[in-house]
């Protein structure tokens, strides 16, 4: 079985059946073919102790080691670009990595959602490319925003900024969020 992944991998069968795949679900759920906006992250996993010392390194700011995960998904959660590099590596080298992939498989998109994570040459590079970087501020509770018990934004990876999983959203003035 893992022949077969490994020619589809590397003959690019694999990505196309995922990008037809993608453009499917996202028809279905009354959306344009191709998406127009992406929300970027990254997120630290700890490594196994038997892992190579190449592949891993420490992440500064949770002081773990093991890898980091960037993630590009569209406003359904439907991935469109991922990396995977060192805890070491910063958000900044993944969120231009990601958007180099986004811009290559997604043209249409003109606009991405990061957290304050990402810095100023994440929004340069994205400029760069013509797609406008936001970057996310969890401060304001807004009508209708998503925010987490502990006042931040959904922190699963790969979470659109406003889900259609209300569990968590509320409005300013405590009462659920109401969706559209």
Known sequence: MYCYFGRWR?????????DL???QVRESRGRSEDPTVVVM???TVRASVNA??????????KKSRGSKRGIATDVLGL????VVVAAS???????????DKVAASAPTV???????GFKNQVVEHGARLGIDV????ASPVHEGSCRSPSGGWPSRLGAPLCSTDVRHATTKHGRPARWQ
């Open 110 to 116: 003109t606009k991405a959602w990061v957290d304050a």
């Open 89 to 99: 590596v910063h958000d900044n080298a993944i969120g231009i990595t990601l958007l």
């Open 52 to 61: 190579p010392k190449g592949t891993t390194g420490l992440d500064p700011g």
């Open 134 to 137: 936001g970057i996310a501020d």
């Open 21 to 23: 795949l993608r453009r």
């Open 79 to 82: 991935v469109i670009a991922a």
């Open 41 to 43: 992250d990254s997120q």
């Open 10 to 18: 590397d003959d690019g069968t694999a990505e196309t059946i995922h």
